[in-house]
């Protein structure tokens, strides 16, 4: 039997080069290679501060975003938390969405990897719930202590990090075929 794959819209809400966020969404890549295909969206630096007066369809930028999550099976945010809430280009580009249904039943999953991470988690499930995403459980995740829990090459160290990692590629693949 052959298993189609699931297009997966990976963001990270970090826009650092090396991040502990774009480290775990490669790791997920394979982990999930099986049942995924990853596409990693890197334009949320060049999206421009939301303006509801602004039409979407003016910019070229919000368009292909909108393309992007429009296109996806699933979409996947892996986030730092910046003093006790969502990094600012993450939080802007999801106030884009607010006005359309582009998220409305879009399966997905969010991980939070900081040092903390309990509000930027908080304030990520209220605001993707806000805009009608379907968040299973099982795939919301918190990562306390991120950057301990992999080497200096992205690797995970952690055996428990990888169970739950792999349990929320399950979730996320299970809650696109329901």
């Not at 309990?118 to 950057?147: C, D, H, N, R, Y």
Request: with cysteine; charged share 20%; aromatic share 6%.
């Amino acid at each position: 039997m052959t298993v189609t794959k699931k297009t997966i819209l990976a963001i990270s809400g970090s826009i650092r080069e090396h991040s502990t966020s774009k480290s775990l969404l490669k790791i997920i890549g394979e982990l999930g290679s099986e049942h995924l295909i990853l596409e990693f969206y890197s334009g949320l630096a060049q999206l421009p501060y939301f303006n509801p007066d602004i039409e979407p369809d003016e910019l070229l930028t919000v368009r292909q975003f909108y393309t992007a999550l429009k296109n996806a099976d699933g979409v996947i945010i892996c986030t730092p938390e910046y003093v006790f809430s969502l990094p600012g280009v993450l939080k802007n580009a999801i106030e884009w969405t607010v006005s359309t249904t582009i998220f409305a039943h879009k399966p997905l999953a969010v991980i939070v990897a900081s040092a903390s991470g309990e509000k930027a988690l908080e304030s990520l499930l209220l605001v993707m719930t806000t805009v009608g995403a379907k968040i299973p459980k099982e795939a919301s995740l918190l990562i306390q202590g991120a950057q301990g829990k992999l080497d200096e090459h992205g690797q995970i160290t952690d055996p428990n990090l990888l169970l739950k990692l792999n349990q929320l590629i399950a979730a996320l693949v299970k809650a696109i075929d329901t």
